[in-house]
């Protein structure tokens, strides 16, 4: 009797645990950016191969008596990856648990306070939207603009500026201050300050010289930091903090780790919890070739291949960028550099950063320094901001340096401002759960996005090739017409498939009402 007593316990515990060679209480592995700044977010729960028998489980509480489930699956439909989706926006100032467990036993648990209540002034949501008073806002950035002339100049093409004028007065918190009631003034944003006062030999820049060698600073004075965030962080103008602009340059000796930026970023969220932390990577290494050097060194820079902090992945920053110039580096003679690449980088960051954080793209507005690769055209220009939407970028920055921006490329970046802040609502909306798919003629390449927006499933497709073609879209459902946003036309829809013409690198934007 007691043996079979005993028999059926460990049948009952195998069938609790329902995964060979897993321990009760074994840490539960998840994927998540930190909670910091958060109006929503997703989880991703690793599961791993489960039995099928085996339930998921989240619960969030908090130390003044909260108790909420926020998600869980039942057998058998438990997958080995599942993804948990928090709406954090209507939760008090308290400190708050997320528990998540599996039948198994395995489990894992999450603390963080959230020292406000309601949503943040500038924070992210569950689609990785940059949210300012809890609104989606795409940023459209230009870098190192900082007199009256130059902004009252860009502030057509912009609604943020980045990185404080390369003048001396304003690399001190006081100059900082002032650019920010200069942005305040043209009802701009700001991300910055990104050049000052806080490297350990003094200087206001990223290099300094010793022993009659030019050197470079490695690490951050981090008190020197405290200074500009007092500044900032009850400005109305400030979005984000920037330190430092591509830390993974030069060799591995001479770098700035990605645990220094990290450091950094500790200290904005230790004294500012209402704003983010920004840091912009070169993109090349994302698309060289696996095994390159570079390639594994910016694999260091990232969530998933990153140094773990306390034993658990972290972002290097909250909000990502990247610069890839495909325009001006055609000729690279050791690596292709082209339209295709480029959003191979994109897409390379996002998934090396599991998708936790938004990524910025830069994107080139005039000829740089080679004179054997002149100034995009307007045509190309607009390719390079809907291409890099396209594959996942969530707000754009003109890189307008070393030569003039030409003129009609201003009036491209205009009108691009317009139409992006427009449709905003679609472009960081949640991506649309249904299936399309894009099949171009002459071996051809479109690429096409497609997000759920408020009045219908808009798609956004890119002509990536110098040639036209004829790109058919197959939806999964039967609608009657596909509207082409600006174009004042409308293209039928017959047994769920529409087709349409594509210039070279031509973009479209479809409505597809509900």
């Keep these: 009797m007691k043996r079979r007593l005993a028999c059926a316990l460990a049948g009952m515990v195998a069938g609790l645990c329902g995964l060979a060679g897993t321990t009760w209480g074994q840490e539960l592995e998840l994927e998540h950016a930190d909670f910091h700044g958060r109006l929503g977010m997703k989880i991703q ?3 791993g191969k ?4 085996v339930t998921l489980k989240a619960t969030l509480t908090s130390d003044k008596g909260l108790k909420q489930d926020v998600g869980g699956k039942m057998a058998p439909t438990l997958s080995s990856r599942e993804t948990l989706v928090l709406d954090l926006r209507a939760l008090p100032a308290d400190v708050y648990t997320l528990t998540v467990e599996l039948s198994d036993g395995r489990r894992a648990i999450r603390t963080w306070t ?5 949503i ?5 949501d569950e689609n990785n939207a940059v949210c300012v008073g809890g609104k989606p806002f795409f940023p459209v950035l230009c870098k190192g603009i900082g007199t009256e002339t130059d902004v009252a100049k860009w502030a057509p093409y912009v609604n943020t500026l980045k990185h404080v004028a390369f003048i001396d007065k304003q690399y001190t918190p006081e100059g900082f201050k002032g650019w920010l009631d200069l942005a305040a003034r043209y009802k701009l944003m700001a991300i910055g300050p990104g050049r000052g006062y806080w490297w350990p030999h003094g200087g206001a820049v990223v290099k300094y010289t010793a ?3 030019s050197q470079r600073e490695r690490s951050f004075a981090l008190e020197k930091l405290d200074d500009y965030i007092r500044v900032a962080r009850d400005h109305e103008a400030f979005l984000m903090y920037e330190w430092t602009d591509e830390p993974e340059l030069d060799n591995a000796d001479n770098c700035i780790p990605a645990a220094e930026v990290r450091r950094a970023t500790d200290r904005c969220h230790e004294l500012d919890a209402q704003h983010l932390h920004f840091c912009n990577m070169a993109g090349y290494g994302f698309a060289r070739p696996e095994g390159n050097w570079m390639w594994k060194h910016v694999r260091s820079y990232t969530y998933l291949y990153g140094q773990a902090a306390d034993g658990r992945k972290t972002l290097m920053a909250d909000v990502l960028s990247q610069d890839y110039y495909p325009i001006e580096n055609a000729d690279d003679v050791r690596y292709k550099v082209s339209f295709e690449n480029m959003c191979v980088a994109m897409d390379t960051m996002r998934a090396w950063n599991a998708d936790l954080a938004p990524i910025i793209a830069c994107v080139e507005t005039c000829d740089i320094t080679k004179a ?14 809907w291409a890099n939407i396209i594959h996942g970028a969530k707000g754009i920055s003109w890189f307008h340096y070393f030569k003039p921006t030409p003129e009609e490329n201003f009036r491209e970046m205009a009108r691009f401002k317009e139409q ?8 960081l909306g949640p991506d649309y759960p249904g299936r399309v798919s894009c099949q171009a003629t002459n071996d051809g390449r479109v690429d096409v996005l497609a997000k759920s927006g408020p009045d219908g499933v808009y798609l956004f497709a890119a002509n990536l090739k110098r040639q036209e073609t004829v790109a058919t879209f197959t939806l999964d459902r039967n609608v009657a017409e596909s509207e082409v946003v600006d174009e004042n036309r409308r293209v039928p829809v017959k047994d769920r498939a529409f087709s349409d013409t594509f210039k070279p690198l031509e973009v479209h934007i479809y409505r597809i009402a509900d």
């Design 114 to 118: 959230k020292p406000y209540d309601g």
């Design 50 to 53: 489960v039995a099928p028998n």
């Design 120 to 124: 943040p002034r500038v924070g992210l």
């Design 45 to 47: 729960v690793l599961a």
């Design 372 to 385: 054997a690769t002149p100034a995009p055209t307007a045509a190309e220009l607009r390719l390079l901001c």
């Design 420 to 427: 992006v802040t427009r449709l905003t609502p679609a472009v």
């Design 211 to 213: 022993e009659g060698k």
